[in-house]
């Protein structure tokens, strides 16, 4: 089993900078793609990022150059640094780490004001 903590979500101004973070514990676990995704209210959940083990990584169109994802590896953590936020961000963020199954995170909100 694999535990997720999520930490790091609030409230910040347009133009303001967040950083998120999701560690991973458990044992027998071995993670390869680690990401995050995000829902807003009433919209579906959609990829935000996402990072391979070997730090191969892929982003949202909407995002490119604003957010940027990175990785511990040592100590199985996924970070999303997120600058120059807009109120188009706000949702709830899900941290995902994939390996043979994979597992989310509880979320945390992220709420950006105009």
């Known amino acids: 089993q694999v535990q997720l903590v999520e930490s790091g979500g609030g409230l910040v101004q347009a133009g303001g900078s967040l950083r998120l973070s999701c560690a991973a514990s458990g044992s027998g676990f071995s993670i390869n793609v680690m990401g995050w995704y995000r829902q807003a209210p009433g919209k579906q959940r959609e990829l935000v990022a996402q990072?391979?083990?070997?730090?191969?990584?892929n982003y949202a169109d909407s995002v490119k150059g604003r957010l940027t994802i990175s990785r511990d590896n040592a100590n199985n953590t996924v970070y999303l640094q997120m600058n120059s936020l807009k109120p188009g961000d706000t949702a709830v963020y899900y941290c995902?780490?994939?390996?043979?199954?994979?597992?989310w995170g509880q979320g945390t909100q992220v709420t950006v004001s105009s």
């Open positions: 995902l780490v994939a390996g043979s199954v994979y597992y």
């Open positions: 990072i391979t083990r070997g730090r191969i990584t």
